[in-house]
């Protein structure tokens, strides 16, 4: 499809499992961002890949969180050891410069038990 | 500490009638606000976006009017229809980074 794609759109894990969420940009963006966004807030920042350099992760929670972008195209953000607080909707969004306009996907909502 | 305030946290419109939704910044830094409208289970949508040395913007029934010195912006939608019901979230960029306000569900009455 030409937009971006996020997989799974739900995942349900229990306290102190890992989990993996993924993202495919927009074919050619250069930039991809990672958000957090709880119930009935706004989305809040996690990280940014310029291509495949994670230029900043100051927005990841803990040390619990890791995100990669490998190749530059796909990223996967990853929570070991996840905890209830965890629990929101994981938006990914790309654009094709290293600001501007930014293409969200539908997300991934997860869900600790 | 929150980047981006945003108010009204709700709003209920007349079918026809003009939606303002504000937000209010501090960091002067700030270079480039969009405006996101998001449905219930989808990603946020870019609606509309404002560069801080213009200070109003149209597009279609949606406008952004930014006001540098008091350091604020506002969506107004023209004309709402029931299909503007969702959630719009005003954000400012700086340096990488976007900052989003806490959304206003927003719904017109037919």
């Known amino acids: 499809g030409a937009g971006v794609s996020q997989s799974p759109r739900y995942k349900v894990a229990k306290r102190g499992q890992d989990v993996a969420l993924r993202c495919d940009p927009i074919?050619?963006?250069?930039?991809l961002f990672w958000y957090q966004q709880a119930l009935g807030q706004g989305p809040e920042f996690l990280t940014y890949f310029q291509n495949e350099a994670q230029l900043d992760k100051s927005g990841l929670p803990s040390d619990r969180f890791f995100a990669e972008r490998p190749e530059g195209s796909v990223s996967t953000l990853k929570i070991q050891r996840t905890q209830q607080e965890d629990s929101a909707v994981y938006l990914c969004?790309?654009?094709?410069?290293?600001?501007?306009?930014?293409?969200f996907g539908d997300g991934t909502r997860l869900s600790i038990l | 500490q929150q980047q981006v305030k945003q108010s009204p946290q709700s709003l209920i419109v007349q079918k026809g009638g003009i939606s303002i939704i504000n937000c209010a910044y501090e960091?002067?830094?700030?270079?480039?606000f969009p405006w996101y409208q998001q449905f219930p289970g989808k990603g946020p949508a870019l609606l509309i976006a404002?560069?801080?040395?213009?200070s109003e913007k149209k597009e279609g029934r949606f406008t952004i009017s930014f006001n540098k010195s008091a350091k604020q912006f506002s969506l107004h939608i023209m004309d709402s229809q029931p299909g503007d019901s969702a959630t719009y979230f005003c954000?400012?960029?700086?340096?990488?980074?976007?900052?989003f306000g806490s959304g206003t569900k927003l719904n017109v009455k037919p």
């Open positions: 074919s050619g963006h250069v930039s």
């Open positions: 954000a400012a960029y700086n340096f990488n980074k976007f900052y």
């Open positions: 404002i560069r801080p040395d213009v």
């Open positions: 960091n002067t830094a700030f270079d480039y």
């Open positions: 969004a790309s654009s094709p410069a290293d600001w501007g306009p930014q293409h």
